[in-house]
């Protein structure tokens, strides 16, 4: 039996004849299972677009409720984390252990970043009550366009000293009758409930809610929170890497799992920037 140093040594496992089999092997199966990851977040994608093509209204009133800062700040971190772990990928082939471990320790603190600016939004939603489904209970603001014209605002701040804040609208629960029925309307000939402009300013005029709302939130609640999913466990892989660098795993050139790594946090770095597009500035 040939010993280690003549297959390619420790890291080298036994059903592989050498390292670059292993190596591309590996690639292949990672390829393979980010395929997956593409199918499954497409068909998230797909339920956007089916709700979106059908009921137009009620994306585009309620998108204007997600901080488009906050979405860009986010953008710009992932975007910083692609190239430090593409730097980390470098310095791990060029058997630079230092330079890796400061590298995989700024990815590490980018996603915390990502994911403390998320904590922000979400708690910005859970405060208004901008939730999915029936935990759905926005708080309720009239404001006032002009002379006897209120309109209701969900979860918004009453803008300047002329409007006037009433208190939170009682929500009234479905009937036993209704609780499996889809409250959602046709779609309408053309968007309703949007944002007009007004004549004189051409500031946008404040508009009622559409029906079914929590539809939106429903759908970016579950496309961002799997996607913070895969963020954490993205900084369990890091932390492990981290682990096996301060061992002197990657001392002899053996890249394979950096690299693997960072095939896997550029696709989530890729979805956040689709679904950033598509929450946040998709008119």
Known sequence: MASPAHTGGPHLAHHFANLDQQYQSAKLGMWVFLATEVLFFGGLFCAYVVYRANHPEVFLYAHQFLDKRLGALNTAVLICSSFT???????????????????????????????????????????????????????????????????????????????????EAPVTPAADGDADRSRIADAASGPVGLAEPMPASGEHRVVAEPHNAQVFFSIYFLMTGLH????????????????????????????????????????VDLIWIYLFLLLYLVH
């Open 228 to 267: 913070g999913i895969h963020v954490l466990v993205g900084m369990g892989l890091m932390v492990w890497l981290i682990a096996l660098a301060w061992r002197g795993a990657f001392a002899g050139g053996n890249f394979t799992r950096v690299d693997m790594f960072g095939l896997y946090w550029h696709l």
């Open 85 to 167: 772990i593409a730097w980390a990928v470098r310095a791990a082939q060029l058997k630079q252990v230092r330079l890796l471990i400061l590298l995989l320790s700024l990815t590490f603190l980018l996603a915390s970043g990502f994911l403390g600016v998320k904590y922000i939004e979400y708690r910005q939603k859970w405060e208004h009550g901008l939730l999915w489904a029936r935990r759905y209970h926005p708080e309720v603001h009239l404001v006032q366009e002009g002379p006897g014209h209120d309109v209701e605002v969900p979860g918004a701040a009453p803008p300047g000293p002329g409007a006037q804040a009433a208190q």
